[in-house]
């Protein structure tokens, strides 16, 4: 299910790529290529999305566009540390430390700071990945951002791991599994607020289209009387 939804998902950006080449808008352009490449990489296709984030990483250069590059930079860093390549992960997310701070988004921030951490562990600097990652783990926890919480405390998780020390591993795991929880449930009110909103907007609109046939039906009454009436005076005359 879930893949077919990112399926789905690929041909609606495919289908906006095109718009934006005929508008000639490369910022558009920049911005679903890196849409693809997030659903490529969700799938498990690293090389694929590894092509669509260097794609939209190229229109972001020709834009010129600083925000545009952290994004794909820490996109492409993270699929390098999927694919264990710790070093070429840092020689892109090392310069987006400041960079990053500079374009004021603290989401792609905290996520540079805990891929740092994530590529450390990789190389057993354990102290730097704890450092870099409970950098990332408290900016998203300061700035309320859910699933980079969840992120960090899951690295925080395989960082113990890789120490051996499974106890602290387990107990980070078990911080990832509830904020995951919690990231369901606020999705599941969500949707459920969605439902109903939508349920009161049908009904509503049941309602005006329940009281349009009404005042039609009294319409057509008033004209059958009108009728009758007009008939029946016809009739008197004669």
């Known amino acids: 299910q879930t893949l077919e939804q990112y399926d789905l998902a690929i041909l609606q950006f495919k289908r906006a790529l095109r718009l934006e080449e005929e508008l000639g808008n490369k910022l558009g352009l920049a911005i679903n290529h890196q849409n693809i490449g997030d659903c490529l990489e969700l799938k498990g296709d690293l090389e694929g999305a590894l ?62 700071f805990i891929n740092t951490g994530w590529a ?15 950098e990332g783990l408290e900016m998203a926890q300061n700035h309320n951002m859910p699933s980079n919480v969840l992120y960090g405390y899951r690295k925080l998780s395989d960082l113990e791991s890789k120490k051996g020390d499974f106890r602290r591993a387990y107990e980070f795991y078990k911080k990832a599994d509830e904020q995951n929880n919690e990231i369901i449930s606020a999705t599941n009110v969500r949707y459920m607020n969605d439902i109903i909103v939508r349920y009161e907007a049908e009904k509503k609109n049941n309602q005006i289209s329940v009281l349009a046939k009404e005042n039609e039906i009294v319409r057509l009454r008033l004209r059958k009387n009108q009728t009758t009436l007009l008939v029946s005076a016809l009739i008197v005359g004669l």
Do not use: W
Not at 120 to 134: P, S
């Open 120 to 134: 450390h562990t990789q190389l057993g600097q354990y102290d730097k990945a704890k450092t870099f990652i409970q």
């Open 51 to 112: 092509e669509s984030y260097r794609k939209s990483l190229a229109y972001n250069e020709e834009i010129n566009s600083d925000y545009g590059r952290v994004i794909c930079k820490n996109s492409l860093a993270q699929v390098y540390l999927k694919q264990d390549m710790p070093y070429a992960a840092l020689v892109l997310l090392e310069p987006l430390h400041e960079q990053s701070k500079t374009i004021g988004d603290f989401y792609i921030t905290s996520a540079v």
